[in-house]
T-cell receptor, first 113, second 116 residues
């Protein structure tokens, strides 16, 4: 079984600053995928970034990057140059090869102007 | 990215009635679809996994006779909440996964169910 833990229920960042959201996981899979999703008030799940566990290089998507520490089972998300539109709930997720997702409890991010 | 459409976006039904929610993959064939339930400000909890042409696999604690899942084609899965009660009120989200080896699942926009 897989578990995903997000230890920060709420985070706050000043506009244009950088914030890091934490995520740790536990898995019995040897091959898996990790994702960060954004869920705005509309509740549509939006993929922010993905990381294949077999890749050592940290994934990057524009202002979003991850710090993937496989041995420590840690997968944090860094948002640089935070924008007002980044305010949302962020979920860390573990995917098995079959595509089955296990989600963390989420972190609500507030961006202050 | 691939598009998954969920319908309806919201529905209100009377206690004791049944309601059907559809999940369609619009531009790809979904070999596997997943159904989640989400309470306000909480995480997504997997209810069941459905594979086209076979019976759904339900997570522990989910009543399969109450939450009927049908995945009759490669582009459509349905979730029917039977004999709905107020405690079934929640946000239901589907996701769909494409061809073998592609582990990314694409999400529908969700359905807000209110049982009165």
């Amino acid at each position: 079984a897989q578990t995903v833990t997000q230890s920060q229920p709420e985070m706050s960042v000043q506009e244009a600053e950088t914030v890091t959201l934490s995520c740790t996981y536990d898995t019995s899979e040897s091959d898996y995928y990790l994702f960060w999703y954004k869920q705005p008030p509309s509740r549509q799940m939006i993929l922010v970034i993905r990381q294949e566990a077999y890749k050592q290089q940290n994934a990057t998507e524009n202002r979003f990057s991850v710090n993937f520490q496989k041995a420590a089972k840690s997968f944090s998300l860094k948002i640089s140059d935070s924008q007002l539109g980044d305010a949302a709930m962020y979920f860390c997720a573990h995917n098995t090869n079959a595509g089955k997702s296990t989600f963390g409890d989420g972190t609500t991010l507030t961006v202050k102007p | 990215g691939a598009v998954v459409s969920q319908h309806p976006s919201w529905v209100i039904c009377k206690s004791g009635t049944s309601v059907k929610i559809e999940c369609r993959s619009l531009d790809f064939q979904a070999t596997t679809m997943f159904w989640y339930r989400q309470f306000p400000k909480q995480s997504l909890m997997l209810m069941a996994t459905s594979n086209e042409g076979s019976k759904a696999t339900y997570e522990q604690g989910v009543e399969k006779d109450k939450f009927l899942i049908n995945h009759a084609s490669l582009t459509l899965s349905t979730l029917t909440v039977t004999s709905a009660h107020p405690e079934d009120s929640s946000f239901y989200i589907c996701s769909a996964r494409g061809e073998q080896g592609n582990t990314e699942a694409f999400f529908g926009q969700g359905t807000r169910l209110t049982v009165v």
